[in-house]
Protein backbone atom coordinates (compact mmCIF):
# COMPACT_ATOMS: atom_id res chain seq x y z
CA UNK A 1 0.00 0.00 0.00
CA UNK A 2 3.09 2.49 1.23
CA UNK A 3 4.92 2.28 -2.40
CA UNK A 4 1.62 2.41 -4.78
CA UNK A 5 1.01 5.35 -2.88
CA UNK A 6 4.60 6.52 -3.56
CA UNK A 7 4.55 5.71 -6.84
CA UNK A 8 1.32 7.68 -7.19
CA UNK A 9 2.78 10.72 -5.41
CA UNK A 10 5.68 10.71 -7.51
CA UNK A 11 3.32 10.21 -11.01
CA UNK A 12 1.57 13.44 -9.51
CA UNK A 13 4.64 15.35 -8.82
CA UNK A 14 5.59 14.59 -12.36
CA UNK A 15 2.63 15.90 -13.75
CA UNK A 16 2.65 18.82 -11.94
CA UNK A 17 6.58 19.61 -13.24
CA UNK A 18 5.27 18.65 -17.23
CA UNK A 19 2.39 21.14 -16.47
CA UNK A 20 4.50 23.80 -14.90
CA UNK A 21 7.43 23.83 -17.18
CA UNK A 22 4.62 23.99 -20.03
CA UNK A 23 3.17 27.04 -18.60
CA UNK A 24 6.46 28.64 -18.66
CA UNK A 25 7.39 27.67 -22.20
CA UNK A 26 3.54 29.55 -22.92
CA UNK A 27 4.46 32.65 -20.93
CA UNK A 28 8.09 33.28 -22.65
CA UNK A 29 6.33 32.37 -25.84
CA UNK A 30 3.49 35.14 -25.55
CA UNK A 31 6.02 37.68 -24.06
CA UNK A 32 8.43 37.09 -27.25
CA UNK A 33 5.27 37.78 -29.55
CA UNK A 34 4.47 40.54 -27.66
CA UNK A 35 7.27 42.25 -28.11
CA UNK A 36 7.87 41.80 -31.73
CA UNK A 37 4.43 43.14 -32.31
CA UNK A 38 5.61 46.04 -30.29
CA UNK A 39 8.73 46.35 -32.69
CA UNK A 40 6.81 45.89 -35.40
CA UNK A 41 4.11 48.81 -34.48
CA UNK A 42 7.23 50.98 -34.21
CA UNK A 43 8.72 49.68 -37.52
CA UNK A 44 5.10 50.19 -39.00
CA UNK A 45 5.23 54.17 -38.54
CA UNK A 46 7.45 54.46 -41.98
CA UNK A 47 5.53 53.99 -44.97
CA UNK A 48 8.27 54.88 -47.13
CA UNK A 49 11.86 56.95 -47.37
CA UNK A 50 14.27 58.35 -49.46
CA UNK A 51 17.71 57.86 -48.12
CA UNK A 52 21.32 58.97 -49.06
CA UNK A 53 24.54 57.25 -47.65
CA UNK A 54 27.72 56.15 -48.41
CA UNK A 55 27.80 52.12 -49.47
CA UNK A 56 30.96 50.76 -48.51
CA UNK A 57 31.35 46.57 -49.72
CA UNK A 58 34.17 43.94 -49.19
CA UNK A 59 34.22 41.79 -51.36
CA UNK A 60 37.45 39.37 -52.40
CA UNK A 61 38.24 39.95 -56.10
CA UNK A 62 35.74 42.83 -56.54
CA UNK A 63 36.27 46.27 -57.35
CA UNK A 64 33.58 47.92 -55.40
CA UNK A 65 34.90 51.72 -54.43
CA UNK A 66 33.44 53.95 -52.11
CA UNK A 67 30.01 55.04 -53.34
CA UNK A 68 27.43 57.82 -52.84
CA UNK A 69 23.91 55.85 -52.88
CA UNK A 70 20.43 56.88 -52.64
CA UNK A 71 18.29 53.99 -51.09
CA UNK A 72 13.85 54.14 -51.45
CA UNK A 73 11.83 51.84 -49.53
CA UNK A 74 8.13 51.62 -49.76
CA UNK A 75 5.40 49.36 -47.81
CA UNK A 76 5.23 46.59 -48.25
CA UNK A 77 8.29 45.67 -49.32
CA UNK A 78 9.80 47.61 -52.13
CA UNK A 79 13.04 48.52 -52.07
CA UNK A 80 15.72 49.72 -54.37
CA UNK A 81 19.39 51.36 -53.90
CA UNK A 82 21.35 53.29 -56.04
CA UNK A 83 24.69 54.07 -56.99
CA UNK A 84 27.19 55.82 -59.33
CA UNK A 85 27.95 53.28 -61.64
CA UNK A 86 28.86 49.54 -60.93
CA UNK A 87 26.75 47.72 -59.01
CA UNK A 88 25.46 46.78 -55.66
CA UNK A 89 26.40 43.46 -54.28
CA UNK A 90 23.55 43.15 -51.84
CA UNK A 91 21.76 40.08 -50.60
CA UNK A 92 19.10 39.43 -52.51
CA UNK A 93 15.54 41.00 -51.52
CA UNK A 94 17.62 43.35 -49.30
CA UNK A 95 16.31 41.43 -46.01
CA UNK A 96 19.42 42.79 -44.21
CA UNK A 97 18.37 46.35 -45.19
CA UNK A 98 14.96 46.46 -44.09
CA UNK A 99 14.00 44.87 -41.15
CA UNK A 100 10.59 45.27 -41.55
CA UNK A 101 10.79 43.07 -44.13
CA UNK A 102 12.03 40.32 -41.53
CA UNK A 103 8.22 40.42 -39.22
CA UNK A 104 6.13 41.72 -42.24
CA UNK A 105 3.85 39.19 -41.55
CA UNK A 106 1.96 37.73 -38.24
CA UNK A 107 2.53 34.32 -39.77
CA UNK A 108 5.32 33.24 -37.46
CA UNK A 109 6.05 31.72 -34.07
CA UNK A 110 8.34 33.66 -31.68
CA UNK A 111 10.38 32.07 -29.32
CA UNK A 112 12.36 33.72 -26.26
CA UNK A 113 16.01 32.27 -26.29
CA UNK A 114 17.47 34.25 -23.18
CA UNK A 115 19.43 37.54 -23.11
CA UNK A 116 22.89 39.01 -24.35
CA UNK A 117 24.73 42.03 -25.00
CA UNK A 118 25.36 43.91 -28.12
CA UNK A 119 27.72 46.46 -28.19
CA UNK A 120 27.41 47.25 -24.38
CA UNK A 121 23.45 46.97 -25.00
CA UNK A 122 21.10 44.78 -23.22
CA UNK A 123 18.92 43.22 -25.55
CA UNK A 124 16.44 40.07 -26.01
CA UNK A 125 17.12 37.20 -28.17
CA UNK A 126 14.21 35.96 -30.03
CA UNK A 127 13.80 33.22 -32.54
CA UNK A 128 11.23 33.48 -35.46
CA UNK A 129 10.06 30.25 -37.10
CA UNK A 130 7.60 30.93 -40.34
CA UNK A 131 4.91 28.99 -39.75
CA UNK A 132 4.46 28.92 -43.89
CA UNK A 133 6.48 25.74 -44.73
CA UNK A 134 7.24 27.08 -48.31
CA UNK A 135 8.96 30.63 -46.64
CA UNK A 136 12.31 31.49 -48.35
CA UNK A 137 13.40 32.09 -44.74
CA UNK A 138 14.10 28.90 -42.37
CA UNK A 139 14.63 30.61 -39.32
CA UNK A 140 15.25 34.47 -37.91
CA UNK A 141 17.12 35.38 -34.56
CA UNK A 142 16.69 38.83 -33.89
CA UNK A 143 18.33 40.89 -30.79
CA UNK A 144 16.00 43.45 -29.58
CA UNK A 145 16.64 46.02 -27.08
CA UNK A 146 13.86 45.98 -25.18
CA UNK A 147 13.69 49.46 -23.96
CA UNK A 148 13.78 51.38 -26.95
CA UNK A 149 12.30 48.59 -29.17
CA UNK A 150 15.02 48.44 -31.55
CA UNK A 151 16.71 45.22 -33.75
CA UNK A 152 19.87 45.57 -32.61
CA UNK A 153 21.16 42.58 -34.31
CA UNK A 154 19.68 39.89 -37.08
CA UNK A 155 20.84 36.91 -38.19
CA UNK A 156 18.76 35.21 -40.84
CA UNK A 157 19.07 31.70 -42.74
CA UNK A 158 17.58 31.43 -46.04
CA UNK A 159 16.54 28.39 -48.04
CA UNK A 160 18.45 30.00 -51.08
CA UNK A 161 20.78 32.45 -50.43
CA UNK A 162 22.77 31.42 -47.13
CA UNK A 163 22.91 32.81 -43.55
CA UNK A 164 23.02 36.70 -43.43
CA UNK A 165 24.02 38.86 -40.27
CA UNK A 166 23.54 42.64 -39.86
CA UNK A 167 24.39 44.99 -36.75
CA UNK A 168 22.34 48.13 -37.12
CA UNK A 169 23.46 51.32 -34.83
CA UNK A 170 20.81 54.25 -34.20
CA UNK A 171 20.77 57.64 -33.84
CA UNK A 172 18.12 60.82 -33.95
CA UNK A 173 16.27 58.46 -36.79
CA UNK A 174 15.48 55.93 -33.96
CA UNK A 175 12.04 56.65 -32.88
CA UNK A 176 11.43 55.61 -36.67
CA UNK A 177 13.51 52.46 -36.03
CA UNK A 178 15.65 53.77 -38.71
CA UNK A 179 19.42 53.02 -38.14
CA UNK A 180 22.12 55.08 -38.64
CA UNK A 181 24.41 53.14 -40.10
CA UNK A 182 24.03 49.02 -41.13
CA UNK A 183 26.37 46.44 -40.99
CA UNK A 184 26.34 43.27 -42.52
CA UNK A 185 27.88 40.09 -44.16
CA UNK A 186 27.02 37.03 -45.86
CA UNK A 187 28.59 33.82 -47.47
CA UNK A 188 30.09 34.42 -51.30
CA UNK A 189 29.06 31.07 -51.82
CA UNK A 190 25.74 31.28 -50.84
CA UNK A 191 25.21 34.75 -53.04
CA UNK A 192 23.30 34.04 -56.20
CA UNK A 193 23.53 37.02 -59.04
CA UNK A 194 20.86 38.12 -60.49
CA UNK A 195 20.72 37.18 -64.13
CA UNK A 196 22.38 39.21 -66.49
CA UNK A 197 24.58 40.64 -63.81
CA UNK A 198 28.28 40.29 -64.69
CA UNK A 199 31.33 41.38 -61.64
CA UNK A 200 33.85 43.97 -62.43
CA UNK A 201 37.09 41.33 -61.29
CA UNK A 202 40.05 43.09 -59.57
CA UNK A 203 42.69 42.62 -62.51
CA UNK A 204 45.40 42.85 -59.09
CA UNK A 205 43.44 39.69 -58.25
CA UNK A 206 43.15 36.12 -59.64
CA UNK A 207 39.57 36.24 -61.18
CA UNK A 208 39.19 32.98 -59.83
CA UNK A 209 35.17 32.55 -58.84
CA UNK A 210 35.92 29.34 -56.82
CA UNK A 211 38.31 31.52 -55.08
CA UNK A 212 35.52 33.75 -54.47
CA UNK A 213 32.75 31.32 -52.97
CA UNK A 214 35.35 30.87 -50.18
CA UNK A 215 35.22 34.61 -49.35
CA UNK A 216 32.88 36.46 -46.86
CA UNK A 217 31.04 39.08 -48.15
CA UNK A 218 30.66 42.25 -45.92
CA UNK A 219 28.33 45.18 -46.81
CA UNK A 220 27.95 48.70 -44.76
CA UNK A 221 25.99 51.70 -45.28
CA UNK A 222 26.09 55.24 -43.49
CA UNK A 223 23.32 56.79 -43.91
CA UNK A 224 23.29 60.72 -43.63
CA UNK A 225 19.70 61.70 -44.08
CA UNK A 226 16.17 60.40 -44.55
CA UNK A 227 12.79 61.59 -45.89
CA UNK A 228 10.18 59.59 -44.14
CA UNK A 229 6.57 59.48 -45.37
CA UNK A 230 6.75 62.06 -48.27
CA UNK A 231 5.73 59.26 -50.80
CA UNK A 232 7.62 57.64 -53.19
CA UNK A 233 6.61 57.18 -56.58
CA UNK A 234 6.10 53.60 -57.73
CA UNK A 235 7.99 54.02 -60.98
CA UNK A 236 11.40 54.18 -58.87
CA UNK A 237 11.08 50.78 -58.35
CA UNK A 238 10.57 49.06 -62.00
Do not use: W
Not at 51 to 57: H, R
Not at 116 to 134: G, Q
Request: hydrophobic share 40%; net charge positive.
Amino acid sequence: MHCAFNKFYRMKKFVLILFITHCSLFIHAQDATALINKVKAKLDKVNDYTATGVLKTDVAFIKAPVSKVVVYFKKPNHFRLQKNGGISVLPKGGISVNMGTIISTNNFTALDAGETNINNTKTKVVKLLPNDENSDVVLSTLYIDEANLLIKKAVTTTRDNGTYEVVLSYGKYADYALPDKVQFSFNAKDYKLPKGVTLDFDDSQPADKEKLKNKKGKVEIDYASYIINKGVDDKVFE
